[in-house]
């Protein structure tokens, strides 16, 4: 006996499964499918001879008992969201449902566990198998010409993980496998092992079989492996074998260590698997083995350092056939006898009975189905027994039939389980699984959360806002933060965006229902990367307990104002803080204070400069900036032209010189400063060009309380400014030259970001940055905001992002902008007035850049919190039915037929007893030949197993038989035009109708337009081969694919393109070879 000390395998061995999805007989997703299986759901689906009438069996048939009317189904096989995938029609309809299905539950896989493949920096690598393409002899064979068969690798099984890591931009290992029932569980073997030794660091596993037809029965052979009534029985004595259905599941794998470390959601963690092959010393190929079986077994508990007696359950292979359920519990029994002498201590089950026997995706719906077992800490039913089969012996066993859904206890060690999944030839597979470790989570979050939602339509996002909406609903105490943290970094951000802040779930249903339109904020956004000018706003902007709470909640925040505090604390007197953040018995003094340039100028800068490097942490870059006034110092210490120590020091001395001179006004003026200029007396000046119709003027109190008179006597909109000095005025004159000699203790640096100058109302330069005159003279010179903003506009389609409290350069900018612009502004902290959270408020920005297309930073975002990510709803496709329906004839391989009639040619097959029916390779062409040297062949029975050699030879086969090589597709569109960046415009001559239409059979697409870009319509470099092929028979050219690819990928330039190239074409041709030329088109 083994000992029972056991080396523990550390850490560093284990996988965690961090993401599943799955569809199975019965459960459209793997809640669905836990749910099933803990109400002892029975998913087999059982038929009519009406549900049978398109299969167009014989009477004789439909009525023989031995025909099972029987099957596990998968719903809506023939649907699919090509769009999605960026698949034309016309190609979706082609391929095999199983690797539409595959790669969709991949996606939903990688969203499970909270991924976007185009933002995770690691390796993610594809590990699964497929079943035999039973659409293509059932539905396509007959149905498409033998060139469009020979040019389409989508047929071919070998494409599954391949086309998954392509369409997902998955760059790890891509890897099929094929080892029959074993497949998919053979496969998170090896996914385990590629990150183990760090060839990738996520790795997707899983495996798929769907039967076409689904609606079909099955002959039952005594002695066989199938069931004589559609049910399974699994160690039950009346077991008398399985049924075949179809099912898809896959897993998302990553090293424990890793997945720890970054705080995803685990499911359960894979302690160890092994993989072994009975070989030869067994009765047949076909036959089981039970030292194979129980060497795999004691290898996965070694590998897992686990001892036998820490199991306590076992999902079995469990077919339910009389001999395949005692090898397997013999094998079993003494893989445990290893380990443990102890008897009926460890409960085994089979999903089998549940849903049927789903070949090449049965060992992952084996996986699945324990997982959630561990994760909800219950045994799970097996239904369909109810005596021991005698065969079987039990009693003296480890082991016992749990049949009724109990809570999983344990003495304190944690739960664990071990999976078989057994293949045809002997590839064996198990896996022990161990529950998910606990978690301790990060309480601590903004008291608001953003949540963003995207999506390819906005059809579908408004889909997967009621999915949320659910979501909420079902969950109540779900963790606000962790859900808002997951849907920022573990989704794909798609065109179509809506974004709310909320505060708790409760909140969140409110917003999600109503959606309240100042709660809720969406867009249709074409481009990403959109650029951001920061813009610093001057004095009068700025009011007591600015951006308070984001001092209070924003680390980032909190730590740039007391670093700017710290500095300035010597230049001004006093602590900064105590009048930005003033004691309530203190604001009042703290206003008036707050009033005092000397004070408003550090102040304001304070707050902007540590909000531009809050949003910079965030991923907010500048891509240029401009200031007003006193905002442009903080434009350029952000931009290098000061150090922070530096520009601190000229702030508080430029406001201390500025308090020093006598006070005076300034007047905002609802006018172009044309008329302002013929309005104002010398002792006023305009201060600042803010819009072509608003000007500010500046002066003494007498000579503003003047002008304030006289422009109300006018009905002239105007008001006074909450400033203390006239600024930008004469009257700043007398500390120019002090001002300017204060730069002779700082050094300049040219900027490096670019940013405008007030004084030139155009791009500063090096000179300029770096000249102390320019400083002096900014304080005095004219603003000029309009020309600067404009220089901006009319250079950049960006989102001008006031950076400072309220909204005042922001309204400026938009009395800038034309009426078609096509500029975003935002501001980031709200008026005094308006009642609204700081961290509500600038949340809210931050949503609205990521609408508009910026690419937000989160893990700065989230540098001081530890957020976890959650299995949210995954993407709402909009699957549409791609489907070539079948065709028959007399000389059509058809799989509508489905097994073979035990009076008829029952030779072709080899029967093992109790196991699985199969033919080799080499078997199956003979058979195929010999079925179509029949006259009228009724019944064909397709092997289960991998008969690609055979499909293979079908491609061929055509040209050696009557079937028609001309046999093709309906080519006329039927698939309406999918929502693309561009409106549609139909074409405007005779060329461009001819190239349309040809776009348009190619792809499928009705309503082509001139300018639709063929990558966007779905095509490849497959369908642009297919597209060029049709060109030149169409028109007599020489037109490169290499063209269409990269010079003519919409039909307008393609016109272009083939009309010069007839021109060129017709220079060449004789008045007799026009004509003829003509004639054809």
């Known amino acids: ?89 016309k190609e979706a309809e082609l391929i095999d449902p199983q690797h539409r299905l595959f790669i969709e539950c991949a996606w939903e896989a990688l969203e499970n566990a909270g991924y976007d493949p185009e933002t995770y920096n690691g390796l993610i690598g594809v590990y699964g198998g497929v079943s035999t393409n039973t659409y293509f002899f059932n539905n396509i064979y007959n149905n498409v010409n033998s ?75 005594q002695d066989g492996i199938l069931s004589p009534d559609g049910h399974c029985r699994a160690f039950d004595a009346k077991a008398q074998g399985t049924i075949f259905g179809s099912g ?16 995803d959601y685990i499911h359960a963690v894979v302690k160890g698997s092994a993989i072994n092959n009975d070989g030869s010393l067994k009765v047949s190929y076909a036959a089981p083995s039970v030292n194979g079986q129980a060497e795999v077994i004691v290898e996965a508990l070694a590998i897992a350092g686990i001892d036998a007696d820490d199991i306590s359950y076992i999902e079995t292979h469990g077919t339910g056939t009389a001999a395949g359920d005692p090898v397997e519990i013999a094998a079993l029994t003494k893989a445990f006898r290893a380990f443990t002498s102890r008897n009926n201590f460890c409960a085994i089950g089979s999903v089998k009975p549940n849903i049927g026997h789903l070949d090449i995706a049965a060992g992952i719906a084996s996986l699945i189905k324990t997982v959630q077992a561990l994760k909800y800490k219950k045994l799970p039913p097996s239904i369909n027994f109810e005596v021991f089969n005698p065969e079987i012996d039990f009693k003296n066993s480890p082991f016992y039939v749990n049949t009724q859904l109990t809570d999983w206890k344990t003495h304190n060690t944690p739960r664990r389980a071990g999976i078989s999944s057994l293949g045809f030839g002997g590839t064996n597979a198990h896996v022990i699984l161990e529950e998910a470790p606990q978690v301790k989570y990060f309480d601590k979050s903004r008291p608001w959360q953003l949540i963003l939602i995207s999506a390819k339509t906005s059809t579908a996002l408004d889909s997967a806002t009621a999915n949320l ?57 074409e481009h990403r990367d959109k650029p951001v000018i920061f813009m610093f706003s001057g004095q009068g902007s700025q009011y007591a307990n600015m951006g308070r709470e ?79 006034s006193i905002g442009e110092y903080v434009a350029a210490a952000i931009a290098g032209v000061f150090s922070l120590e530096d520009v601190l020091f000229i702030v508080a001395k430029r406001g201390q010189l500025m308090q020093q001179l006598p006070p005076g006004n300034m007047l905002a003026i609802k006018l172009p ?79 490096r970001i670019p940013f405008i100058s007030n004084v030139t109302g155009n791009w500063i330069t090096d000179s300029q940055a770096t000249n102390p005159n320019y400083w002096s003279q900014h304080l005095r010179e004219t603003v000029k905001f309009s020309d600067g903003i404009n220089q901006l506009l009319n250079q950049f389609e960006a989102i001008f992002l006031e950076v400072g409290p309220g909204p005042t350069l922001s309204t400026l900018t938009k009395q800038n902008l034309d009426i078609n612009a096509k500029q975003n502004v935002l501001t980031s902290l709200p008026h005094v007035q308006e009642q609204k959270s700081d961290v509500n408020f600038l949340l809210e920005t931050l949503g609205k850049l990521w609408l508009f297309g910026v690419n937000i930073d989160w893990s700065g975002f989230y540098t001081h919190e530890q957020r976890h990510r959650l299995p949210l709803p995954t993407y709402p496709f909009e699957r549409e039915r791609y489907w070539i329906d079948p065709k028959f004839s007399s000389n059509s391989l058809n ?139 169409k028109f007599p050219i020489d037109l490169a694919l290499r063209d269409l690819l990269s010079q003519a990928t919409i039909p307008a330039k393609q016109a272009e393109m083939i009309e010069q190239l007839l021109l060129e074409k017709i220079e060449e041709l004789s008045e007799e070879e026009i004509e003829a030329l003509l004639a054809n088109q």
């Not at 998170?188 to 760090?198: M, P, V």
């Not at 119709?693 to 109190?701: I, L, M, N, P, Q």
């Not at 489905?898 to 030779?907: A, C, G, H, V």
């Open 248 to 263: 898809l599941g896959i897993v998302v794998l990553k090293r424990l260590q890793d997945a720890i470390a970054d705080r």
């Open 147 to 221: 060139r469009v068969i020979a040019n389409n690798y989508t047929f071919n099984k070998d494409f599954l993980t391949t086309n998954v890591s392509y369409k997902l931009n998955l760059k790890g290992p891509s890897i099929g496998v094929q080892t029959y029932c074993s497949t998919s569980l053979v496969a998170l073997h090896l996914a385990c092992k590629s990150l183990l030794d760090e060839e990738c660091d996520i790795a997707l596993a899983g495996g798929v079989t769907i039967i076409v037809p689904q609606k079909s029965g099955y002959y039952y052979e």
């Open 673 to 751: 400063e044309k008329e302002v200029r013929s309005l104002i007396s010398d002792s006023v000046e305009i201060a600042a060009i803010n819009s072509p119709s608003s000007c500010v003027a500046s002066g003494t109190k007498e000579a503003i309380a003047t002008l304030e008179n006289q422009l109300s006597s006018q009905k002239i909109e105007c008001r006074l400014l909450h400033t203390s000095h006239a600024f930008h005025s004469q009257m700043m004159s007398p500390i120019l030259e002090e001002f300017k000699q204060c730069f002779q203790k700082i050094k300049l640096n040219p900027p």
């Open 895 to 1033: 799989t509508k037929l489905t097994t073979l009639n035990s009076t008829q040619e029952s030779k072709i097959l080899e029967k093992v007893s109790g196991l699985e029916l199969a033919i080799t390779p080499t078997e199956a062409i003979e058979a195929f030949k010999k079925i179509l040297s029949l006259e009228q062949p009724t019944q064909i029975v397709i092997s289960t197993v991998d008969n690609q050699a055979g499909q293979n030879y079908v491609f061929h086969l055509d040209y050696f038989t009557n079937s028609p090589s001309t046999n093709q597709l309906d080519s006329s569109p039927r698939y309406s035009r999918p929502q693309l960046s561009n409106p549609y415009i139909a074409p405007t001559n005779e060329l461009e109708k001819q190239i349309i239409q040809i776009w348009q059979e190619v792809l499928g697409i009705t309503e082509v337009g001139i300018h639709d870009n063929f990558y966007e319509l779905g095509g490849d470099s497959l369908i642009a081969t297919q597209l060029t092929s049709r060109l030149r028979a």
């Open 1 to 89: 006996m083994v000992s029972k000390v056991m080396q523990e395998s550390t850490v560093n061995l284990d996988i965690a499964i961090v993401g599943m999805s799955g569809r199975f007989p019965g459960a459209n997703n793997i809640e669905e499918f836990w749910q099933n299986i803990q109400n002892k759901v029975e998913s087999i689906s059982f038929f009519s001879n009406d549900d049978l009438a398109d299969l167009n069996l014989d009477a004789e048939v439909l009525n023989d008992p031995n025909y099972v009317k029987a099957a596990p189904i998968l719903p809506d096989i023939e649907h699919f969201d090509a769009r999605f995938f960026g698949y034309s029609p």
């Open 469 to 525: 909406l659910a979501y909420f609903q079902q969950n109540p105490e779900i963790n606000l933060a962790n859900v808002a943290y997951t849907l920022q970094v573990g989704r794909r951000a798609f065109n179509h965006r809506r974004i709310l802040v909320c505060q708790k779930v409760e909140d969140a249903v409110t917003v999600l229902k109503t959606q309240q339109s100042e709660r809720t904020f969406s867009v249709y956004q």
């Open 550 to 628: 984001l001092y209070e909640v924003e680390a980032t925040f909190r730590k740039h104002v007391d670093n700017c505090a710290g500095i300035l604390q010597p230049h001004l007197g006093l602590d900064i803080r105590d009048l930005l953040f003033p004691k309530l018995a203190e604001i009042t003094a703290a206003k008036e204070k707050l009033q005092q340039t000397a004070f408003t100028q550090p102040a304001l800068f304070v707050i902007e400069y540590a909000l531009a490097k809050l949003l910079m942490s965030w991923g907010v870059l500048p891509a240029a900036m401009i200031g007003h």
